[in-house]
T-cell receptor, first 114, second 110 residues
Framework: GAGVSQSPSNKVTEKGKDVELRCDPI?????LYWYRQRLGQGLEFLIY????????KSGLPSDRFSAERTGESVSTLTIQRTQQEDSAVYLC????????????FGPGTRLLVL | QKEVEQDPGPLSVPEGAIVSLNCTYS??????FMWYRQYSRKGPELLMY????GNKEDGRFTAQVDKSSKYISLFIRDSQPSDSATYLC??????????FGKGTTLSVSS
């Protein structure tokens, strides 16, 4: 079956511009996660959606970052007024439920801010 | 101290070698332990998942958990060039996201 998909696969933008990254989770997965992976670093949690509950935004690094999810479907991560330090791979994952459930990752969006 | 520590390597071994990858953690509340494998320019994929202390074997891979020492290991027997990847340990926080180690980059030469 289809896995987690993300678009675009690569994005180059200029400092100060806004970018929007998209994630399509596996159908039926109620939990959706966004992570950031900087070069040579591990995955850094950004935000977590579980069903209709309020999202856990505790990992968002600044108010320039926001995310939305439509029901149990598509999610978009928006970065406003991008900075060079935002350059990273942004990974989305989904799972059947929260906690210890296996998370399935998409291929990521590689963002480069010039 | 970070919650999960992992030596980033890189680690280079010849084909056929036994590989040992390790992580330490500080939060004794962690109950599940995972190893993800990430190939270059791909998302991580789950390799092994353990719950309790002890060993779990899957083919050439063995995951080991020592909760008393807060230490987990992944062993790869008869390593192959196709095992060349970054290996990340991960632990789920209660009801929320995974906490990952930095990942160890492994290169297996033929």
């Amino acid at each position: 079956g289809a896995g987690v998909s993300q678009s675009p696969s690569n994005k180059v933008t200029e400092k100060g511009k806004d970018v929007e990254l998209r994630c399509d989770p596996i159908s039926g997965h109620t939990a959706l996660y966004w992570y950031r992976q900087r070069l040579g670093q591990g995955l850094e949690f950004l935000i977590y959606f579980q069903g209709n509950s309020a999202p856990d935004k505790s990992g968002l690094p600044s108010d320039r970052f926001s995310a939305e999810r439509t029901g149990e479907s598509v999610s978009t991560l928006t970065i406003q007024r991008t900075q060079q330090e935002d350059s990273a791979v942004y990974l989305c994952a989904s799972s059947l439920g929260p906690g210890g459930e296996t998370q399935y990752f998409g291929p990521g969006t590689r963002l480069l801010v010039l | 101290q970070k919650e999960v520590e992992q030596d980033p390597g890189p680690l280079s071994v010849p084909e056929g070698a036994i590989v040992s990858l390790n992580c330490t953690y500080s939060n004794s509340a962690f109950q599940y332990f995972m190893w993800y494998r990430q190939y270059s320019r791909k998302g991580p994929e789950l390799l092994m998942y353990t719950y309790s202390s002890g060993n779990k074997e899957d083919g050439r891979f063995t995951a080991q958990v020592d909760k008393s020492s807060k230490y987990i290991s992944l062993f790869i027997r008869d390593s192959q060039p196709s095992d060349s990847a970054t290996y990340l340990c991960a632990m789920p926080q209660a009801g929320t996201a995974l906490i990952f180690g930095k990942g160890t980059t492994l290169s297996v030469s033929s």
